[in-house]
Each structure stands twice: as structure tokens, then as C-alpha cells.
């Protein structure tokens, strides 16, 4: 069971506009705590997709949004690409396990 | 761009110990950053292991803290990973990453392949 909750999969058509979810507490996100957000295509390491909740690294799509409100935050993907179809993992801080946290990730189907 | 790589022995026995090295071209570690270390046990999600800074000081799981220890060499521009007494349970990918902080938070900006490392006797 992960401290943050996503949702185990979403799906879109290539060119549509999908969002992921990620629930946590006020222990937490609700605490003010940033998320970040990676991608991993399976088989290969994680890459860091949104940082600080709404920053994109160098070379990171614009198609790529985050947003944060509460204790949730959110990942927005527009103009979905077959490549786009992978894993979708949100991380944090948790202050009652003083450590930094996953969720348990999405998989992300573009149909 | 950083890269990362990770090595060590890809068999461990339950009870011993787990060592890993992690190493960093592209950028020297005593510049700055924290250089972190995370699993992932076969489909499941991640886990935030622990992270040291180049001067040493440390930040570990508590889960794992007492079983823990990261070290930094940077003389060569890599980092350690000892994770002792380990069970079935320590089964993963292991993978080492420069981490970006943020005003409250860090995240793994840049990662190792991973390597996985099962336990068994």
C-alpha cells in the first residue's frame, strides 16, 4: 500500500489530452511538500519528468503539465504519442516517515 | 549530461551483506548535490533508500537505517551502498541517481541503469 494513491491505469487516443492522479495527506502533500513526477518505459530506469510540481527539466515536452492543489496533485499529458506509453510514478516528502515516497505508479495505455 | 552507473554482484545471500559502487562521469561529486540510492522489487513500486552529500552527511530511510550505510569516495567520483543482513525481501533493482532538492522536497534527477540484485542462497 503506497503513501501516495494513484490510479492503476488511465488510457487516450493518440492526440488527446489524459491527466494522472496523485492522492496523498496532510502529512505530506497537504503538508506543502512538492511532488515530482517520473516516467519509466519498462525495462529502463525512471526519468524525472516534473519537478517541484510544475517544472519540466531540460528537453522534457511542453505537452507535459503538473499541477498541485491540496493534498493531490495531478499530471497532464496533451497530445498523447504512442511513445508516450509507459509507467507513471508521482514522489514526495512524508513527514510521519521522514522520507521521501512513491506512489505505486500508472500505467499509461494510448490506444 | 551526468551519467551514472551502477555495479557489484548481482547474487547475495540471505544474512550478508549488499554492496554496491555508483559511478559518476560528467560531473565531479565534490561540486555539490546529494547522490541517492532507490529500489524497485520486481513489479512493485520504488523506495526511497537513502542519500549522501559529497562533504558525507547522510539522510537514510528510516525502515532501513539500521541495516544502511552510504559512503562517498571522491577521489574516484563514486558513492556506496551497504545493506546488511538482507532477506528475500531486499530483492530489487537498484538504482543510484543525482538528486535535485527543491525548497522542501528532492527527487532523483538523474539515474544509474539499475542493477538487480537477488537474494538467495
Known amino acids: 500500500q503506497s503513501v501516495l494513491t494513484q490510479p492503476p491505469s488511465v488510457s487516450g487516443a493518440p492526440g488527446q489530452r489524459v491527466t494522472i492522479s496523485c492522492t496523498g495527506s496532510t502529512s505530506n502533500i497537504g503538508a506543502g511538500y512538492d511532488v515530482h513526477w517520473y516516467q519509466q518505459v519498462p525495462g529502463t530506469a525512471p526519468k524525472l519528468l516534473i519537478y517541484g510540481n510544475t517544472n519540466r527539466p531540460s528537453g522534457v515536452p511542453d505537452r507535459f503539465s503538473g499541477s498541485k492543489s491540496g493534498s493531490s496533485a495531478s499530471l497532464g499529458i496533451s497530445g498523447l504519442q504512442a511513445e508516450d506509453e509507459a509507467d507513471y510514478f508521482c514522489?514526495?516528502?512524508?513527514?510521519?516517515?521522514?522520507?521521501?515516497?512513491f506512489g505505486g505508479g500508472t500505467k499509461l495505455t494510448v490506444l | 549530461q551526468v551519467q551514472l552507473q551502477e555495479s557489484g554482484p548481482g547474487l547475495v545471500k540471505p544474512s550478508e551483506t549488499l554492496s554496491l559502487t555508483c559511478s559518476v562521469s560528467?560531473?565531479?561529486?565534490?561540486?555539490?548535490?546529494?547522490w541517492g540510492w532507490i529500489r524497485q522489487p520486481p513489479g512493485k513500486g520504488l523506495e526511497w533508500i537513502g542519500s549522501?552529500?559529497?562533504?558525507?552527511?547522510?539522510h537514510y530511510n528510516p525502515s532501513l537505517r539500521s541495516r544502511v550505510t552510504i559512503s562517498v569516495d571522491t577521489s574516484r567520483n563514486q558513492f556506496s551502498l551497504n545493506l546488511r543482513s538482507v532477506t528475500a525481501a531486499d530483492t530489487a533493482v537498484y538504482s543510484c541517481?543525482?538528486?535535485?532538492?527543491?525548497?522542501?522536497?528532492?527527487?532523483?534527477?538523474?539515474w544509474g541503469q539499475g542493477t538487480l540484485v537477488t537474494v538467495s542462497s
Open positions: 541517481a543525482r538528486v535535485l532538492c527543491t525548497s522542501n522536497s528532492c527527487c532523483a534527477e538523474y
Open positions: 560528467s560531473y565531479s561529486i565534490s561540486t555539490g548535490y546529494y
Open positions: 549522501i552529500y559529497y562533504s558525507g552527511t547522510t
Open positions: 514522489q514526495s516528502y512524508d513527514t510521519s516517515l521522514s522520507n521521501w515516497v
